[in-house]
């Protein structure tokens, strides 16, 4: 798995490099502003980027504006953003891009080393992982009138883990009920959202975020 890791923390940096290569994972380039960020992934079209949102010289959303700007020129490129701060404005804009591996961890997630290293295989492979901070965020949001508000609290933790990436069997696990219970919900939650049901986890993950995106009031 190549890697481009845009960072400006020097230790963290370091840290993450070593973290990815002692696992496995070639890091290709590891940049620390958002100009060095966009060329490097132009150039190495990596299987992943991980991807600090703010980066120099400004520290706003340059990394994340790397990073959208690298989906246009490379459709579906894997993109995991880092961020410091649950930022529904960057979630969202990430989410409307639609196509290809994406993820949003908040950066304390990367003091839990095997969460971290299953979000970059799992956006690398193609799938999603959404902080479960930021789903909770873009499923509350004052949106009373949105479809999400028509579910069930257990329905909105079930699409909570959904929307994490998880499967059937690990959204059960975690909420301590059968798969079977956990379909009955998931079909409720596709009835109430008006989505249609498909048997690939990661599309169906995906068609879940969009709509979610799609539905959140725009700044």
Do not use: C, W
Request: hydrophobic residues 45%; negative net charge.
């Amino acid at each position: 798995m190549r890697v481009v890791l845009a960072e400006d923390l020097y230790l963290l940096r370091e840290g993450l490099i070593q973290l990815l290569q002692a696992h496995g994972a070639t890091v290709v380039a590891a940049v620390e502003t958002g100009p060095e960020l966009l060329a490097a992934l132009i150039t190495h079209r990596p299987d992943v980027a991980v991807v600090d949102v703010r980066l120099p010289p400004t520290h706003t959303d340059e990394g994340l504006r790397a990073a959208l700007a690298a989906r246009r020129e490379i459709p579906g490129l894997p993109v995991l953003v880092l961020s410091q701060h649950v930022e529904q404005l960057y979630a969202r804009e990430l989410l409307a891009d639609g196509s290809g591996g994406i993820g949003y961890l908040l950066k304390d997630r990367v003091l839990n080393a095997g969460q971290f290293l299953d979000a970059v295989r799992r956006v690398a492979a193609g799938g999603t992982a959404m902080d479960p901070d930021v789903i909770a965020r873009l499923l509350s949001g004052g949106r009373a009138k949105a479809p999400v508000a028509a579910l069930t609290a257990r329905e909105r933790e079930v699409l909570g883990l959904m929307a994490e990436g998880r499967s059937n069997t690990a959204i059960a696990r975690t909420l301590y009920v059968s798969e079977g219970a956990v379909g009955k919900h998931i079909a409720s939650i596709f009835t109430k959202l008006d989505l249609t049901q498909s048997d690939d986890d990661n599309r169906r993950v995906l068609a879940v975020l969009a709509h979610l995106a799609d539905a959140s009031p725009h700044p």
